[in-house]
């Protein structure tokens, strides 16, 4: 069995659908060209971790020729997201992944400011706990991780998604579980990702060179 797999979720880069919220700044093209900025940083970060097998996960449309480009040059696979809300689709990527890995990590294309070592100190806090999350400025959470046969079974149950309450109502569901944090589960610091025009501004040196 493989070590550890870090699954990256994104989405067709189509004018009008692709980081709906930057219309009002960028454009439609903009900012779909900012969905593809970010899903190729994000595919060059995780690539860099040592001895990780990546995968690309994909709504919208796989075949879009971006995302095939993603999958020659970074040498990953691109499969479809499954259906469901976000958290019917998360967890089938974890269950998926965890049947050949030992440790899963599932992050976005949102945040710019994951580094290779970020992703490394994720995987390595599942060697104590049954799963890692990084908590986002907004209220949500950037990664979430879990080790074979350690994925809380309603841990994405009942959660509002895209909303200041996600990390919160996600907690929620741990405890009533039984699960304590620092035992069961481990946060790593808090990040931010590019939602709104500001958070954008935020981010463009780093886009800039993508």
Known sequence: MNDLHIAIFTRAPVPGMAKTRLIPLLGAEGAA?????????????????????????????????????????????????SDGDLGLRMAHCLRTVLATHRKALLIGTDCPAFDAGALQSAALALDAARMVFTPAEDGGYVLVGARRGGLAPRCFSEVAWSTAQVMAQTRQRLREAGWQQARDWHEMPVLWDVDTPADYLRARTLLDQY
């Open 33 to 81: 060209r900012v969905q593809r900025q970010m899903t190729w940083r994000t595919l060059g970060t995780a690539c860099a971790v040592p001895d990780a097998q990546v995968s690309l996960w994909c709504a919208g449309d796989i075949a879009h020729p971006f995302l095939q480009e993603c999958a020659s040059h970074f040498g990953v696979p691109c499969l479809p997201q």
